[in-house]
């Protein structure tokens, strides 16, 4: 038998599957399409960045970079199989995306590649929440997670070519977007500029980091009081009910801050009360609410770029091209610091308050957001004649 390598870089790359079988076929595929969009999408707002050709290898750059980042995460959480194989089928996937975005320029014309930028972003909040309202039906239908994703990735492409012949076009930036002067260009370049586009990867990465050490890291907590077998139930119950929330509070109160701001801070606390209580039904209970109040700001939280002043189909492609990245660069870097605390102290209770620290980011990064929203005017009052 051959020693584990050292570190997390050697023990990812010496991760191969067992055998190569219908299995890995099926993860290969699925690891491919998932990147598919990610290499559209960069070809489009890498268009214009100076480097020639940066169009064609700077999406494969960026899923690769993306891939890995997620695998050396994977390699710290004892429930996912971290493997070199993914990243190249993911590398793959983001190769094809640019190939596929070629041929849509060279087939479409401008027209129709704009006719995309501006149709990209519609209602994305509402379709994650659909996968995710469904996803434990298919669960029990299909027997396996892999399964599912093929079913939703499938359902996603079909829904997709029918959102390109059939959608309306609308217009980025809120409903003020015609007034205000849009620029040509956004690339990523101005994008790295932006504070915003560090701020808002940032609020996200402690809902995040929170999501995935609830079930990778809390369990190992010898006083933690919700077994792990019914862990992942109430979290993705919890998240089910806080997605529809989301929804209908985005569609109904005009302010997005004070969601994302509040739901963070709720979010914490409720993480505090679920590892410091040793009372299984309250811990329940804060597990719930805890899932419910990582979902609940997401709605408002991907709606906010989209409705900045001057918001441009370009520009949006560039920010959430960053607010992935960015956050799971975050979420790796943090991962990777809780699960060396624990190993060094031998106490994972100490990784989890370092969770509950960073999961705060949401509150704190709220304060650096600006308010898209905009309160209702107040009708104001007439007047009598003298």
């Not at 070809?43 to 290898?57: S, V």
């Not at 996603?156 to 620029?183: C, H, M, N, T, Y």
């Not at 505090?272 to 804060?286: D, F």
Request: net charge positive.
């Amino acid at each position: 038998m051959r020693p584990l390598p050292d570190g997390p870089v050697g023990m990812l790359f010496h991760a191969w599957p067992p055998r190569l079988n219908l299995s890995f076929l099926r993860d290969a595929v699925v690891n491919v399409a998932l990147y598919v969009p990610l290499g559209m999408s960069a070809h489009f707002a890498f268009r214009k960045w100076p480097p020639k050709f940066f169009d064609l290898y700077g999406p494969v750059l960026l899923g690769l970079v993306l891939s890995t980042s997620i695998e050396l995460a994977q390699v710290f959480e004892p429930v996912r199989d971290a493997s070199v194989v993914d990243i190249a089928t993911n590398v793959m996937g983001s190769m094809l995306g640019v190939v596929l975005a070629v041929v849509f320029e060279t087939i479409g014309g401008p027209a129709a590649t704009g006719a995309v930028h501006r149709r990209w972003n519609r209602r994305l909040a509402d379709r994650a929440a659909l996968a995710l309202l469904f996803t434990g039906a298919l669960l029990s239908g299909l027997g396996s997670w892999r399964n599912v994703i093929m079913a939703i990735a499938a359902a996603s492409l079909v829904v997709l070519i029918a959102w390109l012949a059939v959608s309306e076009d609308f217009p980025l930036g809120g409903k003020d977007a015609k007034k205000a002067a849009q620029p040509e260009t956004y690339t990523l370049g101005d994008g790295v500029k932006d504070l915003f586009n560090y701020m808002l990867p940032f609020c996200y990465s402690g809902i995040l980091f929170a999501y995935i050490a609830i079930f990778a890291l809390f369990p190992l907590i010898p006083s933690f009081a919700v077994p792990g077998k019914n862990l992942s139930a109430l979290m993705i119950t919890a998240g089910m009910f806080g997605t529809v929330a989301g929804i209908i509070a985005a569609k109904t109160y005009p302010l997005r801050i004070p969601l994302i701001r509040y739901s963070g801070l709720i979010m914490t606390l409720f993480i505090a009360l679920m590892i410091l209580t040793t009372n299984q039904m309250v811990a329940y209970g804060a597990a719930f609410l805890a899932g419910f109040f990582m979902f609940l700001p997401m709605t408002a939280m991907v709606t906010l770029p989209q409705e900045l002043p001057g918001m441009t189909p370009g520009r949006v492609t560039v920010v959430f091209g960053m607010f992935w990245s960015i956050s799971y660069i975050i979420e790796t870097i943090w991962m990777f610091a809780a699960s060396q605390l624990a190993d060094k102290t031998g106490d994972p209770f100490k990784a989890a308050i370092f969770v509950l620290i960073c999961s705060i980011s949401a509150f704190v990064a709220s304060f650096f957001l600006p308010e898209t929203g905009h309160k209702p005017a107040k009708p104001v009052a007439a007047h009598a004649a003298a």
